[in-house]
Each structure stands twice: as structure tokens, then as C-alpha cells.
């Protein structure tokens, strides 16, 4: 049996990666003042920058029914004869329940996985049901077991400003420019389910980070106390960041946990859109096979 494994861009995973990896990617569109983009393609992170502190009208929807269709077709044609397909999380959008009744079609052949996860934890499920794909599992397996684990993650986003989640309508005006005035970095979180506030700090970005990496040495002791730091996989992630911040959010993140396995991809164009430029994350999931 010859199994692939299907994801979307909002795990961070780019093209490149993805054919290294023998991962097989769904683009997820952004539009752009009525013109649709591809995070990686005909966008690049530095554009995409521009058009968000341009003002430009920026909007983020999920790939057409057909385009979803069009990729297992492929697949099949090229002699799988299983897909295992990985959205975003069902509670942050309604792709995943889109592709769910679509593959009602193709029964035993199509298994949408209902993650719960985005960015750098969606990326780790993706991961494992690679390695657990090379281990001969079916996709009814691989997708029992990504589920069964799927609330077995935990993310932090901070936000340089509120400016962003004001225009998507996710917080008020008058929130926005206070936060502004008094130099507030909102700390946001991703527990699965939804986006929900954590905390906030005054002042530097670096505050925010150990903010956000006392809250994984939290999760670490309640969440995760039983498992062992092999099976857990800690993700960093940012946008609209310099390299020498990439580098320094990388180094603090080594320096609290240097036991865990740490990697860093750029933070999804989904998330991007609302959290603007000067963002930075961590996910934490456990993945073990």
C-alpha cells in the first residue's frame, strides 16, 4: 500500500521542506486587494509585511472544494493508494470540516485528520504520521493516533501591538490604542480549540518571550509532567522578525529547555494576517511514536 501524506502551508512547512521530506502541500490562499497570493510562491514574507502596514485590504480564506479534490486526484494518479490529509485545526476554521464531508466520497482512501492544531504544532503531527506511515500504519491508524493525541499541544503568540486583531474585529478601538499608549505586547494562546488572551507585558519584546517560556516551563510540570523530554517537540516561530532575532529567540528557547528538541519555522500567513509584523511563537506538543 502506498500512502501520502497531505498538509496545508499553515503548518509552516515549506515547498522546499515538503520535497525533501516526501510531504505533499496544499497552498492556502491570501487576498490581497481582490488578488489572490501564495505565501512562498508569489508572496514573500517581506511583501506580505508591506501589504499589512500598507493598510492594504488582507484576507485569508481556505483552498476551493475543488482545488482540495484536485490534489487527492493527483495523488491517486500518481499510485497512492491512500491519503492522510492534515488541515488546520477545525475550531479556527472550516476547512477541515469542508474536507471531512468530501471524503465521505472516497471511503477507506481519503482520512482528514481533525487536529486541532496550527503552525509549528500542526507541523509536528505532520511529522509523526510520516514516521508512523514508514512504519507500514494504514491512514485510519495514522489518523486515530494524531487524534487521540491532537489536544496534547500548547502555543504562545506574542503580538507587537493590537493593531492587527483591531482591524479583524477581534478586539476594540479603544483596547487597541490603550495598549499602544502604554507600550502593551498582548501574549495570546492556542490551547487547542480557539485563540484566547494569556497575559501581557510593558515594554521590550524580550519580556514577552520569557513570558511566553515560563508558561512552557508550566505546561512542562502540569500538562506533560508524565512524559519524557524525547517525545516532545518545542517549535519556534516569528514574523516580520530580523535573522539576528530569529537567531536570539532561538538561543533563549536552547538555554531554557536544552533537553528539548527545537526547531524554527516562519509563522503561517493565517496567523500573520492578525497578528502583524514583530510577532513571535512557541508551540510545544508531545509526538512520540
Not at 59 to 87: A, M, R
Amino acid at each position: 500500500m502506498k500512502l501520502a501524506i497531505l498538509t496545508d502551508t499553515n503548518s509552516g512547512i515549506s515547498s522546499q521542506e515538503a520535497q525533501e521530506r516526501g510531504v505533499f502541500l496544499l497552498d492556502m490562499p491570501l487576498i490581497i486587494d481582490d488578488k489572490v497570493y501564495y505565501q512562498g510562491k508569489n508572496l514573500t514574507d517581506s511583501d506580505f509585511c508591506q501589504a499589512l502596514e500598507g493598510d492594504q485590504c488582507v484576507t485569508t480564506c481556505h483552498p476551493s472544494l475543488g482545488n482540495l479534490v484536485k490534489s487527492w486526484e493527483d495523488l491517486f494518479k500518481q499510485g497512492f493508494d491512500q491519503v492522510v490529509y492534515i488541515p488546520m485545526s477545525s475550531a479556527l476554521s472550516s476547512s477541515c470540516s469542508s474536507a471531512k464531508l468530501l471524503a465521505e466520497s472516497y471511503p477507506g482512501r481519503v482520512h482528514v485528520v481533525d487536529n486541532h492544531r496550527i503552525s509549528v504544532t500542526q507541523k509536528a503531527s505532520v511529522l509523526k504520521a510520516l514516521a508512523l506511515a514508514h512504519k507500514n500504519k494504514t491512514g485510519q491508524e495514522i489518523k486515530e493516533d494524531l487524534e487521540k493525541e491532537a489536544l496534547r499541544a500548547t502555543i504562545y503568540l506574542s503580538v507587537n501591538n493590537l493593531d492587527y486583531l483591531k482591524k479583524g474585529g477581534r478586539v476594540t478601538p479603544a483596547a487597541a490604542a490603550i495598549a499602544s499608549v502604554l507600550n502593551i505586547k498582548p501574549i495570546l494562546t492556542i490551547q487547542g480549540e480557539k485563540i484566547d488572551s494569556y497575559g501581557r507585558v510593558r515594554g521590550r519584546i524580550q519580556r514577552a518571550q520569557k513570558k511566553m517560556l515560563l508558561a512552557i516551563q508550566k505546561d512542562l510540570k502540569e500538562k506533560f509532567s508524565q512524559e519524557s523530554l524525547d517525545d516532545l517537540s518545542l517549535g519556534l516561530t516569528g514574523f516580520g522578525i530580523s535573522k539576528d532575532l530569529e537567531e536570539a529567540w532561538l538561543d533563549l528557547a536552547r538555554e531554557a529547555f536544552p533537553q528539548v528538541r527545537i526547531h524554527y519555522d516562519p509563522l503561517p500567513a493565517s496567523i500573520a494576517s492578525h497578528t502583524g509584523p514583530g510577532a513571535f511563537g512557541i508551540g510545544l506538543s508531545l509526538d512520540s511514536i
